[in-house]
């Protein structure tokens, strides 16, 4: 009989309970309980198997597991079937009692909702032969969609609380930095700031009170790595912040989490709660006497909080407006005491050097660059969702052996990372490895890792414009480089995609975005003018054909664009009139259709549902789609 | 955190203005002396009022001893705050990067017609209230919206009449 201590007061007590979950003999199927899957109905999925299991009479040996992100969220709902590792996609409820019949009971697999590669579509049932999954390297992922992040013994079960475990009895804090020093780990939240300095300095730095801060204020849109891993394996980020306290001698720690993610809220909040009673947090952890305590505190919805002085302006209950540096963190930080501030994803890292040396993490990665990455994928990709790859793996390799290539067959034209402060890369460069300096060098940043793969409906000035429209209502309005610059900015780059653009207009956005960089206080106006400029770039020639012929080719720029309907190839099948969404549509079955031009809201609906390319974006019907990229068609998961 | 707890998900009667002002009371005394107490408290009074009446705003400035020009800089600086009443159901539809390429703005302009209303206002009866999110982390669902903590995914713009049928 294994044992099973009631609180976690020695490292014999966490060993004790780790054997005896890891006893447990139960079935299990694991479900993708991440925002994303809840958001495709999971939890009814889930109702429904229990249901199930009961009538079988198998509801005692069979259990679900909610787990995090497993990662392709477009799949959702999602199952892992424990026993044979057959994993199912678009779970409905009405499947419930065919997988209960067929798969539990029968040992049978469900081809219908296996996972399909390639054009042949062919099933690939069982999760470590798919492409997505096998081409990944998972380390701060390494619980994402494997355990429950509501119960501390799943954690504990996957050697969780081991790194603070072996630190407080083996290591001092020098040794604890010396081996993050070995591991090369950069700070994953943008900036690649080697994370052992900012723990060295803090150390160094006089005073009997420091702060650890985790920097969970992921506002970059595009990026939700940071959400999943909080959604997905709460206690990593606990253990690499308790780890990181022990490293610079503070008690006390702030995870900064912004409002519009209240399940990670929530799944933290219990995960704290959870390791203060097994007494991992508080005082006299493991019988070491080093005590370190976490608290919550929330965003309210200001992106320019995610900069680390801004943050702490926050948290101490001011304005969230950033301050010059120096003073650094590391010296004045949070109520001008000695702080380190990570980000999540970093944080998530630590526990894993720890555990397996710092020499272990830097065999994976580039020279410079050490580790692994997590990208968010998303925009026109088949698969989109988390995928975690060692830095330096080449673009194309995300986009097409892992994500399943471009969505009906549509060509690449660019990806944009990093978010507001990143920049876009074109087809050219498909084949740039994914690190810091390559990133830099064609005007992107690796920012938090947020990956958007765009196709030729996506307008690269509308792109541009977009992101300067971001940072322009982002801007805390603290310094007028920022302030006036952006806004600036955003009024050229308005006219351009208003058809109102001169050639004199693309002079003036590169000596201003040069000077807003330049002069700016902060990181946020700092790379504020990197989306434009590296447009400007990689796609000049898609901003003279704004400014000089007046045409937006890919059909976003409203101004710019007309849909009308070929009488010609019309055949009256009503299809557009019957789903626009503002009834601007007028015609009778088989007889020819015509859109009021007045009431039009440009939405391009039309030209999207008409089988007939009978709708014509500025004149011109759509363009046969190409059909060769090798990818994996995913059908579209019913709505909600 | 205490300001999830304090949402009602239940659809019951909400508490009367007295009740708020008792738990409002309540919650500064907590945070009384507390560093950093000024925008854990806002967020809860927000979510016992709805927003941010000026009245609520002065008894925290007071008890908190904090002056008013401070609470109020910190309240206009951060969007969540709002000082206006807003509808039952507060819309917000992701602008965020995955979203805008995949027709976020398309969705927008369907809720704008729908409601008539334009974004940062309410609807006459108070039911909605339209907004835009700067990305929810649901990007591989892109284009999305969320109805209060609903998330509506793959979203396209002639599905909005049923979507806001089921809140009405």
């Not at chain 1, 579509?121 to 494997?146: A, E, Y």
């Not at chain 2, 009602?8 to 508490?15: I, S």
């Amino acid at each position: 009989m294994k044992r099973n201590p009631k609180v976690i007061a020695t490292v014999a007590d966490l060993t004790a309970r780790r054997d005896f979950v890891n006893a447990e003999t139960k079935e299990k199927i694991f479900m993708c309980a991440g925002g994303g899957c809840i958001a495709s109905g999971a939890m009814k999925v889930k109702m429904a198997l229990l249901a199930e299991l009961k009538k079988h009479n198998l509801d005692n040996t069979v259990m679900i597991v909610e787990t995090g992100c497993m990662g392709p969220c477009s799949g959702g709902p999602i199952l892992l079937m424990g026993r044979d590792n057959v994993y199912y996609q678009h779970v409905a409820e009405a499947d419930a009692p065919e997988i209960v019949a067929r798969h539990v009971v029968q040992h049978e697999i469900i081809e219908r909702l296996t996972w399909k590669e390639g054009l042949e579509k062919k099933s690939i049932p069982v999760q470590t032969d798919i492409s997505f999954f096998k081409k990944q390297t998972k380390i701060v992922l390494r619980n994402c969609g494997v355990i429950d992040p509501n119960s501390i013994d799943a954690y504990i079960s996957r050697d969780g609380y081991q790194a603070l475990a072996k630190m407080l009895t083996s290591l001092t804090p020098d040794r604890v930095i010396e081996e993050v020093r070995k591991s090369g780990l950069r700070g994953r939240g943008g900036a690649g700031f080697p994370t052992h300095l900012k723990w060295a300095a803090a150390r160094q730095s006089p005073g009997d009170v420091k702060y650890v801060l985790c920097n969970a204020d992921e506002g970059d849109p595009g990026a939700f790595m940071d959400r999943s891993v909080l959604e997905g394996d709460p206690h990593s980020v606990i253990e690499g912040m308790l780890i990181g306290g022990f490293a610079i001698g503070s008690s006390q720690g702030y995870v900064y989490v912004r409002a519009e993610y209240p399940l990670a809220v929530e799944r933290l909040q219990r995960a704290i709660e959870m390791a203060r009673n097994e007494g991992l947090l508080g005082r006299n952890i493991l019988g070491s006497g080093y005590a370190f305590d976490l608290e919550i505190r929330m965003g309210s919805g200001a992106f320019v909080c995610g900069e680390e002085t801004a943050l702490m302006a926050s948290i101490e209950g001011r304005r969230g407006e950033p301050r010059p540096r120096p003073p650094f963190p590391a010296q004045k930080g949070l109520w001008k005491k000695p702080t380190v501030l990570n980000n999540v994803e970093t944080f998530a890292n630590v526990p894993y050097i720890i555990i397996h040396g710092g020499d272990t993490f830097a065999a994976q990665g580039t020279e410079k660059s050490k580790g692994t990455k997590i990208f968010a994928m998303a925009g026109s990709v088949n698969i989109s969702g988390l995928v975690e790859v060692p830095v330096g793996t080449p673009l194309n390799e995300l986009v097409y052996d892992i994500a399943g290539g471009l969505k009906d067959g549509k060509q690449f034209k660019a990806a944009q990372i990093g978010g507001p402060s990143g920049g876009c890369i074109p087809a050219e460069y498909l084949k740039v490895p994914l690190d810091y300096e390559s990133l830099n060098a064609l005007g992107a940043i690796m920012g938090s890792g947020g990956l958007i793969v765009m196709d030729e409906d996506a307008c690269m000035v509308d792109v541009a414009r977009f992101f300067v429209e971001f940072v322009q209502e982002e801007s805390c309005g603290k310094c007028v480089p920022c302030r006036e610059g952006t806004r600036r900015m955003l009024e050229i780059l308005t006219r351009i995609c208003n058809g109102q653009g001169e050639l004199a207009d693309i002079e003036r956005l590169t000596t201003l975005g040069n000077e807003i960089k330049r002069t700016s206080l902060c990181g946020l106006g700092q790379t504020a003018a990197n989306p434009v400029l590296s447009t400007l770039r990689h796609f000049i020639d898609e901003y003279k054909s704004h400014i000089i012929d007046k045409k937006c080719v890919a059909g976003k720029c409203s101004k710019l664009v007309t849909y009308d309907i070929d009488p010609e190839a019309c055949v009256g099948c009503t299809a557009c009139a019957r789903h626009c969404p503002v009834a601007c549509i007028s015609g009778v079955p088989k007889g020819t259709h015509a859109i009021n031009q007045k009431a039009c809201i440009l939405c391009g609906t039309c030209y999207d549902v008409c089988k007939f390319k009978a709708v014509r974006r500025n004149g011109k019907a759509k363009p046969p789609a190409l059909k060769a990229n090798a990818g994996h068609p995913q059908k579209q998961a019913p709505q909600s | 955190m205490a300001n999830t707890e304090e949402r009602c998900k239940c659809g019951c009667t909400p508490p009367s203005d007295d009740d708020c002002h008792a738990r409002l009371a309540q919650v500064i005394k907590e945070y009384q002396g507390k560093p950093g107490a000024l925008i854990p408290v806002l967020q809860i009074a927000q979510t016992l009022f709805g927003y941010l009446p000026p009245d609520v705003l002065r008894t925290i400035s007071e008890q908190l001893n904090e002056p008013y020009s401070r609470v109020y800089g910190v309240v206009t600086f951060y969007s969540f705050f709002s000082q206006v009443p807003r509808g039952k159901y507060l819309i917000r539809v992701c602008l965020g990067t995955a979203c805008y390429v995949r027709g976020g703005k398309a969705v927008l302009s369907a809720l704008e017609q729908e409601l008539e209303i334009t974004v940062g206002q309410t609807t006459e009866d108070r039911t909605f209230t339209l907004d835009v999110g700067r990305c929810f982390g649901a990007c591989g669902l892109a284009p999305a919206m969320m109805i209060n903590d609903d998330v509506h995914q793959f979203v396209k713009p002639e599905q909005i009449k049923d979507i806001l049928a089921q809140y009405r």
